[in-house]
């Protein structure tokens, strides 16, 4: 059979039209499977990282952190709380077991403001001076240094303990300056008095220039000033006035109340036999304490502690610290 030529050129035409016709279909259905799987791709390749999002990383942080401190001691726990201490000089002794429970800077000098009234008291009791003997503040008396607030007015007459009573108690600064003034030979006497008693407790880094602690040259170091604790523990008048709650005195017709100026001696929780406190900007805020904790005898120093609370906030710190530890 013979095909002419212009019928092989329209039959390969055709073939080749069918060709192009089946191959568009083709293309088009490979792109959009292609394209079905890029996709598909995609959603499980953002799947993955979800699905890591969700591997709780939260508990293995919680689970990682519940002891970060085994460089520490078996009682780094307790010690780690200590570390929140916001003053810059702390001691913590055991006087009946001589026993240094915890120390910051415990040698460092520094201004002590009106724990220097501790000292104070045990020259004025040491002099054995009558102590129902009336002083009467005198002009000699008012703050001229940091030019301080006082409620004892000049003239006011008061037997010898009522002076020391308010030092102790409340810090009244013209009260101890009077104190210091009625001793045998005046003020400068009475400070050459606290120096050689300071020596004789060992307190071989404090010293004195006068009776109120006004000044910044009033200066001492946490283990001196546990020295001088001890000893003020000692004494019964310190303990009675130093922890009084309040006190009223008469100052004409009028009736003055004083008030402890330790926020501590009001709280049922604490047991505090001997107390100072005291504040001066050079001391920031300082506290001496001599407390049972559980029944045992604890002597804390706190200087210069920063914010009006935080000197009391330290000592609550160490006492919980202590009531957890072991003995």
């Known amino acids: 059979m013979k095909i002419s030529l212009p019928a092989m050129i329209g039959t390969a035409a055709m073939a080749l039209a069918l060709l192009a016709f089946l191959a568009v279909p083709a293309q088009a259905r490979s792109a959009q499977a292609g394209a079905g799987a890029v996709a598909k791709s995609v959603r499980h390749a953002q799947a993955r990282p979800k699905a890591r999002h969700k591997a709780r990383p939260a508990k293995r942080r919680a689970t990682s952190g519940a002891r970060p401190a085994k460089r520490y001691r078996a009682d780094s726990p307790r010690r780690a709380t200590l570390a929140a201490l916001r003053s810059s000089a702390v001691l913590i002794i055991d006087p009946s077991a001589h026993k240094v429970l915890y120390e910051k800077n415990a040698d460092a000098v520094m201004p002590i403001a009106s724990v220097t009234k501790l000292m104070t008291a045990l020259v004025v009791i040491g002099a054995g001076q009558d102590m129902d003997e009336v002083l009467t503040v005198a002009d000699a008396d008012v703050d001229r240094l940091k030019y301080s607030s006082s409620r004892l007015r000049v003239g006011t007459s008061l037997a010898r303990s009522g002076m020391l009573h308010i030092a102790l108690m409340s810090s009244e600064n013209r009260a101890a300056s009077a104190l210091g003034r009625h001793y045998p030979g005046g003020t400068p006497a009475f400070v050459l008095a606290m120096n050689a008693k300071a020596r004789a407790l ?32 000692q004494q019964p008048l310190i303990r ?88």
Not at 256 to 272: C, E, G, K, Q
Request: proline letters at 3%; hydrophobic letters at 40%.
């Open 202 to 233: 060992g307190m071989h880094h404090s010293r004195f220039v006068e009776p109120t602690g006004l000044s910044s040259l009033n200066v001492s170091t946490p283990e001196d000033l546990a020295r001088l604790v001890i000893a003020a523990q």
């Open 240 to 327: 009675t006035y130093s922890t009084d709650p309040d006190h009223t005195i008469a100052q004409g017709r009028q009736a003055t109340v004083y008030r402890n100026s330790n926020r501590l001696i009001a709280s049922p929780s604490w047991h505090i036999g001997t107390q100072k406190t005291g504040y001066i900007s050079e001391a920031g805020r300082c506290m001496v304490l001599h407390a049972k904790v559980k029944g045992r005898a604890v002597v804390m120093i706190f200087l210069d502690a920063q914010g009006k609370f935080s000197r009391a906030r330290d000592a609550n710190q160490v006492r919980s610290w202590l009531a957890r530890a072991r003995r």
